[in-house]
């Protein structure tokens, strides 16, 4: 590093520059007296490309907001009971509410969940399997989402699903069960697509970006001494000029050492009519802090998480964590975990007896308990409605298992 600028044209194994008259003349004719280079002017870096791969390993695996949108849909969604009904009645011990309860014999249901709303989250699919054991019992497996294609028919819709492991590939079957496999593929809205699903971190790949090069300058800023940028003067006392070769080899090494963020506030060592400026900033365009909170609320937008769950400052949308999370809860957890048993109820119900509808229980979530009481008084104090109709307002049925069912009840 110390011998980087005892002289430009020495390091760079060119001849001195050209002094005579003639020389100087066509020089100031054709460019400036000084030679001016921004330190931190350097080309941009790559963007994230929308691949589920790179958008896991720079979302999910490198950046903590879309690590925590991830994981508090994931775990909220599993965590909320599920419900059976054939027809109006509920039925607690029914075989398909037990095959998502303890799907196959490796996982949990809220396991289960976790990783299919996950992959949802992080690819727009979710793919899984059902497989009839010897015994007759259906066993419900996940596929990665980077390891299967989707298959359509002749009339362009899809029929199966091609699963890659290692160097071979299988098929399985979308729809009824046959052959004792069949698939069931979830995917998110994509107005692009008729296939694959569009994930919401696709719609904030920029601002992901944002937030990973915002943390990764200001690491190497510390790591290089939190030194400002400036600008690179040429300007000797005898009024000569650098040689065009000298001028590319000196921008050349200024790009490949000093810009980027991985070279931020790198030292120089300056000889031979180099002159150093530091050019300082204002705080507000140095602040890197709002920059990225700016980017992670972005993020959060996109995920439908309130920014208040996510400890990021400045949001004041909502007026408490309890209105927030209410938030959450209705916009985001409960239409994604509907979709999911709407899409389970129409896949199993063939093989359980047609008349199948699967539901989630809001009534044990504990982020809505303020909202439930709040329905429950409203509907406790309306004297015109009769007990039937009240439980049917609060999501019972209009007569307890029991009791007499005729009008004159």
Not at 146 to 160: A, N
Not at 171 to 197: E, Q
Not at 295 to 307: C, H, K, T
Not at 337 to 366: H, K, M, Y
Request: aromatic share 8%; proline share 7%.
């Amino acid at each position: 590093m110390a011998s980087f600028f005892r002289a430009p044209w020495r390091r760079a194994g060119l001849r001195a520059p050209d002094k005579s008259p003639d020389t100087i003349e066509a020089k100031m004719m054709s460019q400036p007296q000084g030679f001016v280079a921004l330190h931190n002017a350097a080309p941009a870096n790559g963007s994230t490309p929308p691949t589920f791969s790179a958008m896991a390993l720079q979302g999910y695996a490198r950046n903590p907001i879309v690590y925590r949108c991830v994981r508090l849909i994931s775990e909220a969604a599993a965590s909320v009971p599920w419900l059976c009904y054939q027809g109006t009645r509920e039925v607690e011990d029914h075989p398909a509410l037990a095959m998502i309860k303890r799907p196959n014999t490796s996982q949990t249901q809220a396991e289960f969940l976790e990783r299919l709303i996950g992959f949802m989250l992080l690819a727009g699919n979710g793919y899984v399997e059902r497989v009839t054991g010897p015994d007759g019992r259906h066993r419900l497996y996940i596929l990665r989402s980077d390891t299967v294609e989707v298959r359509c028919g002749e009339d362009g819709w899809p029929t199966e699903l091609a699963v890659r492991q290692g160097s071979r590939k299988r098929f399985i079957a979308l729809g009824d069960c046959i052959d004792g496999r069949s698939a069931l593929h979830l995917k998110l809205f994509d107005p692009l697509d008729d296939t694959y699903g569009l994930p919401p971190l696709r719609a904030a790949l920029a601002s992901l970006d944002v937030h990973n090069a915002a943390t990764v300058w200001n690491k190497a800023l510390l790591d290089n001494a939190a030194r400002p940028s400036g600008a690179l003067v040429y300007a000797p006392s005898d009024n000569a000029n650098l040689t065009p070769e000298q001028f590319e080899t000196l921008r050349r090494e200024l790009d490949d050492s000093f810009s980027g963020a991985r070279n931020a506030g790198r030292p120089l060592l300056l000889e031979g009519g180099l002159d150093w400026k530091a050019m300082s900033m204002t705080p507000s365009d140095l602040d890197f802090v709002e920059t990225k909170n700016g980017a992670a609320r972005e993020i959060s937008l996109a995920f439908g998480v309130p920014p208040m769950l996510l400890g990021i400052p400045g949001d004041n949308t909502y007026s408490n964590y309890q209105e927030a999370q209410r938030a959450f809860y209705r916009l985001t957890v409960l239409p994604l975990l509907r979709r999911l048993a709407d899409a389970f109820s129409n896949w199993l119900a063939p093989t359980n007896g047609g008349d199948l509808r699967l539901d989630v229980d809001t009534d044990q979530i504990e982020g809505l308990a303020a909202e439930r009481d709040s329905l429950w008084e409203r509907v406790g104090r309306s004297d015109f409605l009769t007990n039937g109709e009240k439980r049917q307002a609060v999501g019972y049925s209009p007569q307890p298992e029991g009791t007499d069912v005729s009008i004159n009840a």
